[in-house]
């Protein structure tokens, strides 16, 4: 299971793990929209704690679910970003687009 | 350029093959004797050739691709990804940020993360023919006896 949700007070919080690569991403972002359309959360934090490697694929996901947010008219942020994922979303500006912290 | 060592690996275009190619990388970069962020910044970039290979050069069906890893003089690292699929009609275009032909899977930035993360990239395609993509990354050299 490469993401665990957790309820928060007014939102929800998404731990994703492993390797967001295209061949990862595609379970990924069903289990994401899933659990949004579920919960229809205002507020959604992603953290990127367990992400072992992210690659392009890893930010088609992250804007894809700032879409599916943004629809909802609720707030996306993502937290606890490794190294290595850092250096890709930094490459692809992500940050003008998406609250990285 | 002669190489001090070279593989070459093929595999077929199925997506379980993006970690293999970027395990396969990372092993022969050891030798090198690279940082942590070096070899993120490798895997990074044969992930992007890779899954290109995957995803564009071969839509519909299962092909070849070949991964060319060679040590050249000066602690240089060469990657060089190649398949015999669709090609690129206008390498320039493809190599801009934010182009695309793919669908909402894709970002359009795999291109321009290589070129950030190698030191070089060289695009050589064909229409039918497939696409060549070759990067090189000097790897800093440590002194000796440091930890
Ligand atoms: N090996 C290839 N064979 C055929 N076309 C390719 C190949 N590699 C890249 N392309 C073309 O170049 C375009 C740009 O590639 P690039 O990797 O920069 O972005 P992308 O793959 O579309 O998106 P992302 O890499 O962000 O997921 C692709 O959309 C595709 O049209
Ligand atoms: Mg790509």
Redesign the pocket.
Known sequence: MPITVNRQPGGLAIVLSGEID?HGARVMMQQLEDAIARDLPMHLTLDLSGVTFM???G??VLLRTLRQMNQLGGTLRVTAIPAQARRVLDA?GVGRLITLE | MKAIDQTTIVFTSRSANEGFARACTACFAAQLDPTLDEVADIKTAVS??V???I????PDRIGRITLRLRLLAGNLLEVQ?K?S????PD?E??????????NE??????????ESFMDSLK?R?AVGR??T?TMRKRISKRREGTP
């Open positions: 295209h690659d392009s694929s930010i088609a692809a | 992007e050739a899954t290109n290979a995803v564009h050069a071969y990804v398949d699929g669709v090609g690129i390498v275009q493809a190599r801009t940020a934010l182009f695309t032909t793919g899977e894709r970002s359009g930035m795999g291109f321009s993360i290589m695009v395609s497939g696409t993509v």
